[in-house]
């Protein structure tokens, strides 16, 4: 079974076959800074759009991009991000152009691209097939919230067949048990829930964020990233003095719907501002 720690060269670029989540990481931490990872869903406003906005958000400050794709029975995304999938599944998405939004935006990019997803559109695809169109298209790996290391090995055989990064979630709920065997699983870094429910811009962050960070760095982790509830600097801020990367969703893809792929821009600089550690 691989771990979060992935093959790397001394100076910190990536050894064939690397992560590059891991690699993208890395090099914001050695500008003494978080990373910070922008989410954005598939076909919203269209494909196009997508593209458009993941170049944005890499020019304007993010190291990794999740791009996710529309489901039609999510789990854990709030209003925002539900109504953008909707969207973006009445316009017609398939599936299979969420790998044409990966290619547009990794041919024009330094940036790792992830696939966020639930797991039923990969199995209904097939395992290998997807992982093998997903590293064609330069991906760096997945996200896959609903999907535990558990019942994952067709996963992990794929993953490391193409060479992909496997990102599992963590939350406040996961036992010591629990976040041993899914930092064990990981590769390029953990994804740690800061708040139980769904996502969705908030006022504050939850204070669980720092605790859970805490739990998997602990647990072995080298990477662990906050995702939930991150809307402005001011959080960005405050996750990034204890978190290898802050994960940002549900503002950028309000940005996108309000104001386009500039408003997308602008926003990620302005997140961007929040990532040095040295900042009070």
Same mark, same amino acid.
């Given at each position: 079974?691989?771990?979060? $720690?992935?093959p *790397?060269?001394?100076?910190?670029?990536?050894?064939?076959?690397?992560?590059?989540?891991?690699?993208?990481?890395?090099? #914001?931490?050695?500008?003494?800074?978080?990373a910070?990872?922008?989410?954005?869903?598939?076909g919203?406003?269209? %494909?196009?759009?997508?593209?458009?906005a993941? /170049?944005?958000?890499?020019? $304007?400050?993010?190291?990794? /991009?999740?791009?996710? /794709?529309?489901?039609?029975?999510?789990?854990?995304?709030? &209003?925002?991000?539900?109504?953008?999938t909707t969207?973006?599944?009445?316009?017609?998405?398939h599936?299979? &152009?969420?790998?044409d939004?990966?290619?547009?935006?990794?041919?024009?990019?330094? #940036?790792?691209?992830? =696939? !966020?997803?639930?797991? $039923?559109?990969?199995v209904? !695809?097939?395992?290998?097939?997807?992982?093998?169109?997903?590293?064609?298209a330069?991906?760096?790996?997945?996200i896959?919230?609903?999907?535990?290391?558990? *019942?994952?090995?067709?996963? !992990?055989?794929?993953s490391?067949?193409?060479?992909?990064?496997?990102?599992?979630?963590?939350?406040p709920?996961?036992s010591?048990?629990?976040?041993?065997? +899914?930092?064990?699983a990981?590769?390029g870094?953990?994804?740690?829930?800061?708040?139980?429910?769904?996502?969705?811009?908030?006022?504050?962050?939850s204070?669980a964020?720092?605790?859970?960070?805490?739990?998997?760095?602990?647990?072995?982790?080298?990477? %662990?990233?906050v995702?939930?509830g991150?809307? $402005? #600097?001011?959080?960005?801020?405050? /996750?990034?003095?204890?978190?290898?990367?802050?994960?940002?969703? +549900? #503002?950028?893809?309000?940005a996108?719907?309000?104001?386009? =792929?500039?408003?997308v821009a602008s926003? +990620?600089?302005?997140?961007?501002t929040?990532?040095?550690?040295?900042?009070?």
């Amino acid at each position: 079974m691989s771990t979060d $720690n992935s093959p *790397e060269t001394s100076t910190g670029s990536t050894a064939p076959g690397a992560s590059k989540s891991a690699a993208a990481i890395d090099r #914001a931490k050695a500008q003494g800074r978080s990373a910070l990872i922008g989410y954005l869903p598939a076909g919203y406003p269209s %494909v196009e759009d997508t593209i458009a906005a993941g /170049i944005a958000l890499a020019e $304007n400050g993010a190291d990794l /991009i999740e791009i996710g /794709i529309p489901y039609s029975d999510p789990v854990m995304d709030g &209003q925002v991000i539900q109504a953008a999938t909707t969207e973006a599944l009445s316009k017609g998405f398939h599936v299979s &152009q969420v790998f044409d939004v990966v290619r547009g935006i990794t041919s024009k990019t330094e #940036a790792a691209v992830l =696939v !966020m997803t639930y797991w $039923n559109p990969v199995v209904r !695809m097939g395992v290998d097939e997807f992982s093998r169109r997903l590293a064609e298209a330069g991906g760096a790996g997945l996200i896959t919230p609903d999907l535990i290391p558990d *019942e994952a090995a067709e996963w !992990m055989a794929a993953s490391d067949k193409y060479g992909l990064d496997r990102v599992f979630l963590v939350a406040p709920s996961s036992s010591p048990e629990r976040m041993k065997r +899914t930092v064990d699983a990981s590769r390029g870094f953990v994804y740690a829930v800061s708040i139980m429910g769904v996502t969705g811009a908030r006022t504050s962050v939850s204070s669980a964020a720092k605790d859970v960070v805490a739990a998997a760095h602990a647990a072995g982790a080298e990477r %662990v990233c906050v995702g939930l509830g991150v809307s $402005n #600097a001011g959080h960005v801020r405050e /996750i990034a003095a204890y978190a290898d990367g802050v994960i940002v969703g +549900t #503002a950028l893809v309000a940005a996108i719907g309000e104001g386009g =792929v500039d408003a997308v821009a602008s926003l +990620t600089k302005e997140l961007s501002t929040g990532l040095t550690k040295e900042e009070a």
